[in-house]
């Protein structure tokens, strides 16, 4: 089956550690998305990448950092610098071709710091 | 940088009737209009999407308006069904600069028996 699959689902961390949330696509797109989701709020953008190697900051970027060594592999590192990490976390993907495109969501991450 | 407002935050509506969610968009270079469906501790899905060039689009029960000159889409949603029920986002993006969508705060439509 073709899609993007984050895991794990739910992420339970101690304040002050770093922990890293795994998003795959095997949708062969080149552009990938980290967005926030807080209740009763729409999405708000981390990161996002366009292509291998390459990232840039979203609305919301400070205490994360993300990696794109892989076409199919986006992780995203919350950091203990995060004042407020309790969130549904959601990676996206689009492909490139054709101007803009339809973003296709994975299930999410919902990480609760303790 | 581009803002989205969506109205209203929650809609009840009974089983058949229509609904209706309307947004309103600032930035002008905004070309690309989708609208998702997100059920409860899931990922948003496409419903429909819309592109500047073209004023409404429909697809069964759903349609999609846009506006260009007053910078404003709704969404429409006709013989409501309970499996309607969820939150649904509406967002806006242009060409270029990655594409980043920027979304609405989202409605909550509940469909009654």
């Known amino acids: 089956d073709g899609g993007i699959t984050q895991s794990p689902k739910y992420l339970f961390r101690k304040e002050g550690q770093n922990v890293t949330l795994s998003c795959e696509q095997n949708l062969n797109h080149d552009a990938m998305y980290w967005y926030r989701q807080d209740p009763g709020q729409g999405l708000r953008l981390i990161y996002y990448?366009?292509?291998?190697?390459?990232?840039q900051k979203g609305d919301i970027a400070e205490g994360y950092s993300v990696s794109r060594e892989k076409k199919e592999s986006f992780p995203l590192t919350v950091t203990s610098a995060q004042k407020n990490p309790t969130a549904f976390y959601l990676c996206?993907?689009?492909?490139?071709?054709?101007?803009?495109?339809?973003?296709?969501f994975g299930p999410g991450t919902r990480l609760t710091v303790l | 940088g581009e803002n989205v407002e969506q109205h209203p935050s929650t809609l009840s509506v009974q089983e058949g009737d229509s609904a209706v969610i309307k947004c309103t968009y600032s930035?002008?270079?905004?070309?690309?209009f989708p609208w998702y469906k997100q059920e409860l501790g899931k990922g948003p899905q496409l419903i429909i999407d819309i592109r500047s060039n073209v004023g409404e689009k429909k697809d069964q029960r759903i349609a999609v308006t846009l506006n260009k000159t007053a910078k404003h889409f709704s969404l429409h949603i006709t013989e409501t069904q309970p499996e309607d029920s969820a939150v649904y986002f509406c967002a806006a993006s242009f060409t270029g600069g990655g594409n980043k969508l920027t979304f609405g705060t989202g409605t909550q439509l509940k469909v009654e028996l």
């Open positions: 990448s366009q292509i291998v190697n390459d990232f």
């Open positions: 996206a993907s689009r492909g490139t071709s054709g101007g803009v495109g339809e973003q296709f």
């Open positions: 930035d002008s270079a905004s070309n690309y």
